[in-house]
T-cell receptor, first 110, second 115 residues
Framework: GIQVEQSPPDLILQEGANSTLRCNFSDSVNNLQWFHQNPWGQLINLFYIPSGTKQNGRLSATTVATERYSLLYISSSQTTDPGVYFCAVELNTNAGKSTFGDGTTLTVKP | ETGVTQTPRHLVMGMTNKKSLKCEQHLGHNAMYWYKQSAKKPLELMFVYNFKEQTENNSVPSRFSPECPNSSHLFLHLHTLQPEDSALYLC??????????????FGQGTRLTVV
């Protein structure tokens, strides 16, 4: 099956710092989503981004489908940002069935 | 009211018990999903329902039995579980699983502990 690799696995940021999270995938995908799982387990939709670039406040994402990767940018990190950031991809041949990466665990120090 | 609601939020059950997890979506979506998230592991897709019909069973043991009476409700019936089944169970829904809009929205999850 498709391989989804996220890096880094763990990230510690000073409050106010910027960072980039990466998601590599091994096959052509139909769709890609970025999620934030908060400390209570809730998965929050960040971006639905099969290709191109989107921005939402301090977050932005870029997916280059032809090169099989996506990036999530976090700017001016805040103490509300901690949790696990997941990338989930859906194969062209397997619509509706997403494969999740292992996630990046973010800690923000005040 | 959130788009996808799961109950209960927490559940502790013995290995001989029978319990059910419930999921309800208020988004008008046509597909619903069950995922399992064990500690230190990524989310694993368990079941997919598309217009109330099961389209995916990802080699899930028969002690997990899904039910989808309509496009808005999804249940996961549990019986004779094992301690290794303890995990966070997440429900999701999407508009069109057939290649159109497959953006998934998740419920808050049920944290299950099997003792």
């Amino acid at each position: 099956g498709i391989q989804v690799e996220q890096s880094p696995p763990d990230l510690i940021l000073q409050e106010g710092a910027n960072s980039t999270l990466r998601c590599n995938f091994s096959d052509s995908v139909n769709n890609l989503q970025w999620f934030h799982q908060n400390p209570w387990g809730q998965l929050i939709n960040l971006f639905y981004i099969p290709s191109g670039t989107k921005q939402n406040g301090r977050l932005s994402a870029t997916t280059v489908a032809t090169e099989r990767y996506s990036l999530l940018y976090i700017s001016s990190s805040q103490t509300t940002d901690p949790g696990v950031y997941f990338c989930a991809v859906e194969l062209n041949t397997n619509a509706g069935k997403s494969t999740f990466g292992d996630g990046t665990t973010l800690t923000v120090k005040p | 009211e959130t788009g996808v609601t799961q109950t209960p939020r927490h559940l502790v059950m013995g290995m001989t018990n029978k319990k059910s997890l419930k999921c309800e979506q208020h988004l008008g979506h046509n597909a619903m999903y069950w995922y399992k998230q064990s500690a230190k592991k990524p989310l694993e897709l368990m079941f997919v329902y598309n217009f109330k019909e099961q389209t995916e069973n990802n080699s899930v043991p028969s002690r997990f039995s899904p039910e989808c009476p309509n496009s808005s409700h999804l249940f996961l019936h549990l019986h004779t579980l094992q301690p290794e089944d303890s995990a966070l169970y997440l429900c999701a829904s999407s508009q069109d699983p057939g290649g159109g809009n497959t953006e998934a929205f998740f419920g808050q999850g049920t944290r299950l502990t099997v003792v």
